[in-house]
């Protein structure tokens, strides 16, 4: 059974710091390009940052860039997001999304999303 389960989230003052955790299960963790989107009120889901299956390499969408960083544990089968400098217009739900790194006729999964808030 996959599941993607997201921590880290919660209130947070603007200027502050948050780590979001990605807990996955059920699949071959280390295949898997991992992705953060968000999805504020109102908004469609964004994509906010992805990192190559093994690691090396990372985007951060133009309204992370700068201030987050995504990394990702293989051993530990978790991928995260460290938010800084964090911004009111940053509060949404994050989701942890999987595809695999080739195969484009697999599956892709969802966490349940966690929520960030930034306000003072």
């Given at each position: 059974?996959?599941?993607?389960v997201e921590s880290g989230g919660g209130l947070v003052q603007p200027g502050g710091s948050l780590r979001l955790s990605c807990a996955a299960s059920g699949?071959?963790?280390?295949r898997y390009v991992m992705s953060w989107y968000?999805?504020?009120?109102g908004?469609?889901?964004?994509l906010v940052a992805t990192i190559t299956a093994t690691g090396g390499g990372t985007i951060l969408e133009d309204?992370?860039?700068g201030r987050s960083t995504i990394s990702r544990d293989n051993a530990k089968n978790t991928?995260?997001?460290q938010m800084n400098s964090l911004k009111p217009e940053d509060t949404a739900v994050y989701y942890c999304h999987a595809r695999?790194?080739?195969?484009?006729t697999l599956p892709n999964y969802w966490g349940q999303g966690t929520q960030v808030?930034?306000?003072?």
């Open positions: 059974q996959v599941q993607l699949f071959t963790f280390s968000r999805q504020a009120p908004k469609e889901r964004e309204s992370m860039k991928v995260y997001l695999h790194e080739w195969v484009r808030t930034v306000s003072s």
